[in-house]
């Protein structure tokens, strides 16, 4: 079992820059891809980010790609989600996930 908890979230006008946490516990953290999903109003849940376990490796979606920065600290099994040059349309709830696991999401909302 593995329990994650997101923080972070909030209002923002567009340009300006939000970073999530999620922190996990329960199992090996370490040994674990963690990622990002978001879900807007109306539309399905969709990948933000991923980042590998081994060799931190990143990958991201093209509509954050050069604007969102995922990263983790293993020894305080949390992962972050640095985002920069805030759009409307990345307004959404942020979901942190690992495996089949998945937080209770944190609320992002951009204005224009």
């Known amino acids: 079992q593995v329990q994650l908890a997101e923080s972070g979230g909030g209002l923002v006008q567009a340009g300006g820059s939000l970073r999530l946490s999620c922190a996990a516990s329960?199992?090996?953290?370490?040994?674990?891809?963690m990622g990002w999903f978001r879900q807007a109003p109306g539309k399905e849940r969709e990948f933000v980010a991923a980042i590998t376990w081994n060799d931190f490796s990143t990958h991201y979606a093209d509509s954050v790609k050069g604007r969102f920065t995922i990263s983790r600290d293993n020894t305080k099994n949390t992962v972050y989600l640095q985002m920069s040059s805030l759009k409307p349309e990345d307004t959404a709830v942020y979901y942190c996930n690992c495996a089949n696991f998945w937080g209770q999401g944190t609320q992002v909302t951009v204005s224009s």
């Open positions: 329960g199992r090996t953290f370490s040994r674990y891809t």
